[in-house]
């Protein structure tokens, strides 16, 4: 059964910071990999998401990285907002006909001004 | 374009009690998504569809039913409300292709008592 940690569980910085937030799942058999970002009472917004034959995606300040091997992804910050504050999700989707996505349970991020 | 829409947003049913929750796309996607959202659990599959008239059970299915008449809408039914059935619902969609990057609707918040 695939089972996806995110750590931390909470993350704090000043604005401005680089920061890394990790993801790590269990099973490498993955088709491929989304990030989402969770603003409170809201629903969940789609950042990135890398296929398993991909080792990395950007879009403007973030960077995503995935090492299917070792079964870890990582979501790059660049220079943190305030408004960058929410909860991040990470979720894997099995291969084959597995339509499943699992997810992690989420860092909530804090970008302090 | 819409994207994904769910209703209501919010609702308060007594144990025993009966409603359904639906969902609209407007992306022409083929597959669609029900989770329920629980603190410390994270997202949870309840079911999906892969067309116009399939549904499958996804990883936490008892107590619900689900509806694809129209490729558009998906809904979601529970038939006799439990308060362990309190939780936040969303719904998501997706392209049958490539990526089968998930698309999130805003959420319906479900209070059983």
């Known amino acids: 059964k695939q089972e996806v940690t995110q750590i931390p569980a909470a993350l704090s910085v000043p604005e401005g910071e680089n920061l890394v937030l990790n993801c790590s799942f269990t099973d490498s058999a993955i088709y491929n990999l989304q990030w989402f970002r969770q603003d409170p009472g809201k629903g969940l917004t789609s950042l990135l998401l890398i296929q398993s034959s991909q080792r990395e995606q950007t879009s403007g300040r973030l960077n995503a990285s995935l090492d299917k091997s070792s079964g870890r992804s990582t979501l790059y910050i660049a220079a943190s907002q305030p408004g960058d504050s929410a909860t991040y999700l990470c979720?894997?989707?099995?291969?084959?006909?597995?339509?499943?996505?699992?997810f992690g349970k989420g860092t909530l991020l804090t970008v302090n001004p | 374009n819409a994207g994904v829409t769910q209703t209501p947003k919010f609702r308060v049913l007594k144990t025993g009690q009966s409603m359904t929750l639906l969902c609209a796309q407007d992306m022409n996607h083929e597959y669609m998504y029900w989770y329920r959202q629980d603190p410390g659990m994270g997202l949870r599959l309840i079911h999906y569809s892969v067309g116009e008239g399939t549904t499958a059970k996804g990883e936490v299915p008892d107590g619900y039913n689900v509806s694809r008449l129209k490729k558009q809408n998906f809904l979601l039914g529970l038939e006799s409300a439990a308060p362990s059935q309190t939780s936040v619902y969303f719904c998501a969609s997706s392209h049958s292709g490539v990526s089968y990057e998930q698309y999130f609707g805003p959420g319906t918040r479900l209070t059983v008592t």
């Open positions: 979720a894997v989707r099995g291969g084959g006909s597995n339509y499943k996505l699992t």
